[in-house]
């Protein structure tokens, strides 16, 4: 058996996703380097697989995917994927371009980010500890 193409690699990086694997897997053929793209049924899919299978289509292709798929950009839908997918979809497309390896990790939050987050954990303590209120009667407040 042949090493498969760059384009079937990348295919590949995106199957390994929990939710792609099983939709993605059944359609590929790595001896004859192909994939079957009406076994999945696009249509059926959520906007993020689809968005995903529309990265698949164009790292294999190298063009968008067909219009009567009911055409979702793969750039469009990239932000509303889940955060696992982006970080493949990257690696994907790495791989489809020959770059050996890419890691991909969040860069650290500044000081500014820190304070915001505090400032509202601190405002939601304090809204929760509003809530609890417990009011006697008719008192006024």
């Not at 697989?49 to 990265?55: C, M, N």
Request: aromatic share 10%.
């Amino acid at each position: 058996m042949s090493e498969p193409s760059s384009n079937m690699k990348a295919v590949l990086v995106l199957a390994q996703h929990k939710n792609l694997k099983p939709i993605l897997e059944p359609a590929l053929n790595i001896e004859r380097d192909s994939i079957n793209w009406e076994l999945f049924g696009y249509g059926g899919q959520s906007g993020g697989v689809q968005t995903a299978l529309s990265w698949a289509y164009c790292l294999f292709c190298d063009e968008l995917p067909p219009k009567d798929w009911g055409y979702r950009d793969p750039f469009d839908g990239f932000f509303s994927l889940d955060r696992e997918i982006q970080i493949l979809v990257l690696q994907a497309m790495a791989t489809r371009h020959g770059f050996v390896k890419l890691t991909v990790e969040d860069k650290p939050k500044s000081d500014f980010q820190k304070m915001v987050e505090c400032f509202g954990e601190q405002m939601a303590k304090e809204e929760k500890r509003k809530g609890f209120k417990v009011v006697k009667g008719n008192e006024e407040n």
